[in-house]
Nanobody
Framework: QVQLVESGGGVVQPGGSLRLSCTAS????????MNWVRQAPGKGLGWVSA????????????YYSDSVKGRATISRDNAKNTLYLQLDSLKTEDTAIYYC???????????????WGKGTPVTISS
């Protein structure tokens, strides 16, 4: 079965950095686009970033929400079945639970998302 396990969350001071990881299993990781989605306290889900699969014509193409553009870097290691999200210049509004989400297809933002991890909490506080 599909499993997505996030790690790397924690408490960070404003202006700091962290790297989230997501280890995937149960499907052909390199064939699927992957996403990061977050949910801030008391708010709805917000898409953060996505990366195309190895199989799409746009392999490695990355996408970011305006809220993190310039401060985030999404990447993947297909040999390790692992997705990453590097977050820099963190702000208090980045406080949220961050979810790793599998895409139905190889091209991000087109086929929709289907499987979710349980999330890793990130708290930005001084």
């Amino acid at each position: 079965q599909v499993q997505l396990v996030e790690s790397g969350g924690g408490v960070v001071q404003p202006g700091g950095s962290l790297r989230l990881s997501c280890t995937a299993s149960g499907f052909t990781f390199r064939s699927h686009a992957m996403n990061w989605v977050r949910q801030a306290p008391g708010k709805g889900l917000g898409w953060v970033s996505a990366i195309d699969s190895a199989g799409s014509s746009d392999y490695g193409t990355t996408y970011y929400s305006d809220s993190v553009k310039g401060r985030a870097t999404i990447s993947r290691d297909n040999a390790k079945n692992t997705l990453y999200l590097q977050l820099d210049s963190l702000k208090t509004e980045d406080t949220a639970i961050y979810y790793c989400v599998k895409d139905r297809g190889g091209e991000a933002l087109y086929f929709g998302m289907d499987y979710w991890g349980k999330g890793t909490p990130v708290t930005i506080s001084s």
